[in-house]
C-alpha cells in the first residue's frame, strides 16, 4: 500500500472518528427538547393567570359562574320551541337510555323524594303536586319514622298506589323536545350539561367604561402618565447633560447628594408632600399627580452615565464649529440616547400608569372627575363585586396598554445593554 492511500485512509478513519454517533444525536435533541418543554411550561405557568383575566372579561356574566369553570368565553345556546313564544335554553338530557338535546320549558318544580317507611333505602323521586296524602289534608295519617310522627303520602309506583313518607326534596326542570314538545321528562337542572357555543363578548369593554366614570379615569391616565413621562424625560436629559459634560465647582458632590434621595423611602416624604401640595393648592388636583414626579434621581444618573460614553472629540470639533451646547444636545446627545431615553420612558410610564398610593392620598375618593385608573378599578372592585367579567374588563384595560408598551420598546433595552457594554 503506498504512502498516498494510507494517508488516505487515515483521514477517512479520523473523520468518521469525528462524526457524532446516533447515540449522541438522540442525547442532544433529548436534552434540548427537555430544555424547551420546561421552557414552555413554565411560560405557560407565568402568563396563566392573563389568559385567565382576558378571558373572563370576554364572558357572559352567567358563564362567569359555570362550573366546572372554563377557560374560553362560551355561550348557552338558545332554540324555539313548539308552542312556546320565547326561545328556551338547550340542554343534553338522557332520554330513554340516549342523551338528546332538549329545551327547558319550565323550571323550578318541586319533586319530593318518597320511600316506604320499613325500607328507606329505596326512594322514588315523583312531584310534589301529584302525590296525596293518606286520609286527606284534614285528617293526614302519620307513621313513626326515625323517631318521630312522619306524615304517609300516596305514591303512584309500577301503577299501584303505596303508602311512603317524605325523605327529602329537590327541584326539577321539564325539559322537552323543541320539535315535538310531546316528549317531555324531568330532570336536575344544576346537574345536567348545557348546549353551549364558542362566544365573546367585547361589550364588556364599553360597559366598563361607562360604569363608575371609568373612561373618564382611563383618560385622566394617560393625561398624568405622558405628563409624567415627558417632565421626566426633559428634567433627566438637562440634568444628564449637565452633570457629565459641564464643569462647575462642587459638581460632583451636588451629584451624589441628589442621588442619596434615591435611599429616602417614600413613605417618609407622604406628609411633607402632601402638606406641599395643600399649600400650594394642588390638593385633589391632578396636578399633584405629575408635578412633583417630574424629577427624577434614577433617570438624571441614567443620561449622566450615558453620556459620559460619547466621545468628548464629537462635542469638542461641533464646538469648534460654532454650535451652541443645546445645539449640541439636541442634534448629537439625543440621537444618540435614544435607547436609554426609550428605556427611560418605558420605565417612567410603568410607575405613572400603575400608582396608586400617591393618588389615593393626595385625591379625594368622591372626587371621581380626577380619578385615575386605578382608582376607579379599586371603586368598580365593590361596585361590581357580582360581575366578574366586569371587574377583569377593567384589570385588562389597566394591563394592556404598559405590557405592550414593554413589549415594542423591549429592543430598546437590549440595544442599551449592548450599547453600554461595549462602550467605555
Do not use: C
Not at 338535546?101 to 322514588?124: C, H, Q, R, W
Not at 373612561?215 to 433627566?236: A, D, Y
Not at 450615558?306 to 464649529?321: G, N, R, S, V, Y
Amino acid at each position: 500500500m503506498s504512502a498516498q492511500s494510507a494517508g488516505s485512509t487515515t483521514i477517512a478513519a479520523s473523520a468518521r472518528d469525528e462524526r457524532p454517533s446516533t447515540g449522541r444525536r438522540w442525547g442532544y435533541w433529548l436534552r434540548n427538547g427537555l430544555v424547551y418543554l420546561l421552557l414552555v411550561v413554565i411560560a405557560f405557568i407565568m402568563i396563566f393567570p392573563f389568559l385567565v383575566m382576558l378571558f373572563t372579561s370576554l364572558k357572559i356574566p352567567q358563564d362567569t359562574f359555570s362550573y366546572p369553570p372554563r377557560m374560553l368565553p362560551r355561550e348557552q345556546i338558545l332554540a324555539p320551541v313548539v308552542g312556546e313564544e320565547e326561545q328556551k335554553p338547550l340542554y343534553n338530557i338522557a332520554v330513554d337510555g340516549a342523551v338528546r338535546e332538549m329545551a327547558l320549558v319550565k323550571d323550578n318544580i318541586k319533586i319530593g323524594v318518597y320511600a316506604a317507611p320499613d325500607s328507606p333505602d329505596v326512594t322514588f323521586e315523583r312531584p310534589v303536586k301529584d302525590v296525596k296524602p293518606v286520609g286527606g289534608f284534614m285528617n293526614q295519617q302519620k307513621v313513626a319514622y326515625n323517631g318521630e310522627e312522619t306524615p304517609l303520602w300516596e305514591v303512584e309506583v309500577a301503577g299501584a298506589a303505596r303508602q311512603m313518607v317524605q325523605v327529602g326534596q329537590t327541584a326539577f326542570g321539564q325539559f322537552v323536545d323543541p320539535q315535538n314538545p310531546d316528549v317531555s321528562v324531568l330532570a336536575n337542572v344544576r346537574l345536567s350539561e348545557p348546549v353551549t357555543q364558542f362566544t365573546w363578548r367585547p361589550q364588556n369593554y364599553l360597559d366598563v367604561l361607562q360604569l363608575n366614570g371609568l373612561g373618564r379615569s382611563l383618560t385622566n391616565t394617560m393625561l398624568v402618565t405622558f405628563g409624567v413621562v415627558l417632565g421626566q424625560l426633559i428634567t433627566s436629559v438637562l440634568g444628564g447633560y449637565a452633570f457629565a459634560r459641564l464643569r462647575f465647582p462642587g459638581r460632583d458632590t451636588l451629584f451624589v447628594l441628589y442621588l442619596g434621595t434615591m435611599m429616602i423611602p417614600f413613605v417618609v416624604l407622604i406628609m411633607p408632600l402632601y402638606q406641599l401640595m395643600v399649600q400650594i393648592g394642588w390638593s385633589d388636583k391632578l396636578a399633584a399627580l405629575i408635578m412633583p414626579w417630574i424629577f427624577t434621581a434614577y433617570g438624571t444618573f441614567l443620561m449622566r452615565q450615558f453620556f459620559t460614553t460619547i466621545p468628548k472629540e464629537i462635542e469638542e470639533a461641533a464646538l469648534l464649529d460654532g454650535a451652541s451646547r443645546l445645539e449640541i444636545l439636541w442634534r448629537i446627545f439625543i440621537p444618540a440616547a435614544v435607547p436609554a431615553l426609550a428605556t427611560l420612558a418605558t420605565f417612567t410610564f410603568l410607575y405613572a400608569w400603575n400608582s396608586f398610593f400617591w393618588p389615593l392620598v393626595i385625591i379625594n375618593t368622591g372626587n371621581t372627575d380626577n380619578h385615575v385608573l386605578t382608582l376607579s378599578l379599586n371603586v368598580l372592585r365593590g361596585r361590581a363585586a357580582d360581575s366578574p367579567n366586569l371587574v377583569l374588563a377593567g384589570a385588562a384595560i389597566s394591563v394592556i396598554p404598559p405590557m405592550l408598551i414593554f413589549i415594542l420598546a423591549q429592543r430598546f433595552f437590549i440595544e442599551s445593554a449592548t450599547s453600554s457594554g461595549v462602550k467605555g
